[in-house]
């Protein structure tokens, strides 16, 4: 059966036609973002669901949304998206952060020139009839320096075109390194020295707890006498109430805004006052950004829904189309270890370690990782997925780490992971063969080689004559086929274990007759899911 999206506000035909050329059935109701219950009331039936900013992706719709399993949000901006309850349901939330990279570069500088020569208030001006050339005196922008907040995607656009107006620029951003910025041509400086130095401040930095607020009161004061300050960004990144009180002393010349603390932004301190430039959040709205972000979402989408990429994920590691064949059966893998310790594991985890052997290390190990999660605590969470796991393991507090290293064995790469809780450790190791089938190869320190099926039966025994004819006869007496036998142990009349593979789901009184041995510690029947 075909995936069904639905697009709830405005998308180009184009971009419905990708939906449809890609084999995803596409429900075009543009206006229904809007209609917040009819809304909940269809999400229901639907694998995506793009949107704009009109529909509001909410707590309340996202537990409607009983199918969902991605989220589009055309445009770089997802705060009418709940992450945390989309993450929490499984679901994953795309956005599209390239598609408006120019767009929104190039009205930063649109708005730092009009700030530098007042434009808006001239042509303004000019219109009612009045002739007032010597009331507009702006200055010149070669020369002068700029500091750049945020040198990602939007911000190294913007430093290159600076550069291209014989500007200097300075950069502050903590994950810019020295060889990048050097590559880009710009001075790599601490926010104090921006500060202090530049003529023009532009923003260009996502809004976190750490940025919120980046150019308060404080931080204003700390800016070159006469400076300019431009934000199309995200709203809240600087303080409009102490900007307007600055602008007001003289201190600061004036601003250029597309992006307000509360939007629609009916009204601001900024608002009205002298040399300051406001725009209604125009930064994406060209009519090659809006095109673009709405093909780039229908692509994701698409790719996500039909082969297993993903791509620009807010709340999930991106895997490429090109790498998803050859990460599916290591996924798998990974899922299907972490599954295998879940079930067998009887005590609250305290610490998870997850280790990458050989080739395995060179893969996506974040997808992987997220795998490998979601199969450990299935048993316990039935509808928990690679985009939920983590965040379940982050809320209880487990200790997580992956170590990486080169080949270290015969195999070419396996993946091993290791659990401890307050009164035990549990591992196991397994890697994918040439058919592109997961087998374990150790457990609890036990060599073996061992086919995965979806029904297998774990069993911890102490090391000593006739158990393995005893296992089979009760089995046999059971009514349950054997496909496949693994047996280990550690030394002579040390710790055991057998792996059987079976034909159908263990009964609770075969369990029962097999643990009353007294040389059997644990007997646990296993189920995967390896399509």
């Known amino acids: 059966m075909a995936p069904r999206v639905l697009v709830s506000d405005e998308l180009s035909e184009t971009a419905v036609q990708i939906f449809r050329d890609r084999g995803v059935e596409v429900d075009f109701q543009p206006k229904l973002g809007k209609d917040k219950e009819k809304l909940a009331e269809i999400i229901g ?8 900013s009109a529909t509001k992706a909410t707590e309340k719709l996202i537990a409607a949304a009983t199918n969902l399993k991605v989220i589009g949000r055309a445009g770089i901006g997802v705060d009418n ?12 939330v795309m956005n599209t952060p390239f598609g408006n990279s120019i767009t929104t570069a190039e009205h930063a500088i649109a708005l730092m020139f009009a700030v530098a020569r007042q434009l808006p208030a001239a042509d303004s001006s000019t219109q009612e009839g009045k002739w007032e050339k010597s009331k507009f005196m702006g ?26 107006l014989k500007m200097h620029v300075l950069a502050y951003d903590p994950f810019l390194s020295a060889e990048r910025a050097q590559e880009m ?31 308060n009161a404080e931080a204003i004061a700390k800016t070159k006498p006469g400076v300019r300050i431009i934000n199309c960004a995200r709203g809240g990144l600087v303080d409009e109430a102490a900007l307007a009180a600055a602008i007001k002393s003289g201190h600061v010349a004036g601003a250029g805004f597309d992006v307000f603390e509360v939007e629609p932004a009916t ?15 125009l930064g994406a709205s060209t009519t090659e950004a809006q095109e673009n972000v709405a093909l780039q979402v229908a692509e994701q989408m698409s790719d996500y829904l039909v082969h297993g990429a993903v791509s620009n994920a807010i709340n999930m590691p991106s895997i490429t189309a090109e790498e998803a064949p050859r990460l599916k059966p290591f996924i798998r893998l990974a899922d299907v270890l972490g599954a295998f310790v879940g079930q067998v594991t009887e005590h609250a985890i305290k610490e998870i370690e997850i280790l990458y052997d050989g080739s395995t290390a060179n893969m996506n ?34 200790i997580l780490s992956e170590v990486k290293r080169d080949k270290s064995g015969v195999y070419d790469g396996y993946i091993k992971l290791t659990v401890k809780t307050e009164k035990q450790v549990r591992s196991i190791a397994g890697t994918v063969f040439s058919d592109g089938k997961p087998r374990f190869i150790q457990i609890k320190g036990i060599n073996m080689d061992a086919d995965v099926g ?8 102490t090391d000593v004559p006739g158990m393995i004819g005893f296992m089979g006869t009760t089995l046999g007496e059971g009514g349950v086929n054997i496909a496949n036998f693994q047996l ?14 079976v034909d159908e789901p263990i009964k609770a009184e075969v369990v029962a007759k097999l643990t009353a041995n007294p040389a059997i510690r644990q007997v646990k029947p296993l189920v995967f899911n390896i399509d």
């Open 454 to 461: 979806a029904n297998m039966i774990y069993i911890s025994n």
């Open 488 to 501: 280990g142990r550690d030394k002579q009349g040390g710790d055991a274990i057998a792996l059987l593979y």
């Open 185 to 215: 041509g710009v001075t790599k400086v601490e926010l104090d020295e921006l500060l202090a130095k530049a003529d023009f401040i532009t923003l260009h930095v996502p809004m976190t707890d750490k940025t919120r607020g980046i150019l």
């Open 267 to 281: 009204e601001s301190p900024l608002f009205g006052l002298p040399n300051v430039v406001c725009t209604p959040h």
């Open 81 to 92: 998206v709940d992450i945390p309850a989309a993450s929490r349901r499984g679901i994953i």
């Open 45 to 52: 039936n639907y694998d995506g669901l793009a949107i704009r």
């Open 139 to 164: 200055v010149e922008i070669t020369g002068k320096t700029l500091g750049v907040i945020g040198a990602g995607n939007i911000g190294s656009i913007v430093c290159s075109r600076a550069l291209g």
């Open 365 to 398: 190990t974040k997808a992987l990782t997220s795998a490998l999660l979601a199969g450990l605590i299935r048993s316990q969470v039935a509808d928990v997925n690679m985009v939920s796991a983590p965040i379940m393991i982050k809320e209880k507090g487990i």
